[in-house]
């Protein structure tokens, strides 16, 4: 167990969150893919957004289950496919229709000063 506390780690995630909106601001789905950078940057936030959330305590996920907890703590899971490469298809769709309601949902659980 980490010594920092949910604060923090709620921080990481929000950070990471950000650094992808900024990494895909002005970009389209075939722009995207053409950009293995910003796919390469995209995948190791989401991967940190994972780690994060698994050090996220019992209690703030028990206090705040509208927050998709399980499902971030799984999000490497949920990209790579048995080892042969990440589904691009599905990181699209989790930074575009699912990371900017989990930021709302984390800045009203910790807003940011």
């Given at each position: 167990m980490s010594d920092r506390g949910d604060v923090a780690f709620l921080a990481d995630i929000r950070e990471a969150i950000?650094?992808?909106?900024?990494?895909?601001?002005?970009?389209?789905?075939?722009?995207?893919?053409?950009?293995?950078?910003t796919q390469d940057a995209v995948v190791r936030n989401l991967e940190i957004i994972g780690e994060a959330v698994k050090n996220v305590s019992e209690e703030?996920?028990?206090?705040?289950?509208?927050?998709p907890w399980k499902e971030l703590a799984g999000?490497?899971?949920?990209?790579i496919h048995h080892y042969f490469g990440v589904n691009f298809d599905i990181v699209w769709n989790i930074i575009t229709e699912e990371l900017p309601d989990i930021y709302e949902q984390l800045d009203d659980i910790f807003p940011e000063s």
């Open positions: 950000r650094r992808i909106d900024k990494y895909v601001d002005g970009l389209n789905y075939d722009a995207f893919l053409a950009d293995t950078k703030l996920r028990w206090n705040y289950p509208a927050v999000l490497r899971d949920k990209l």
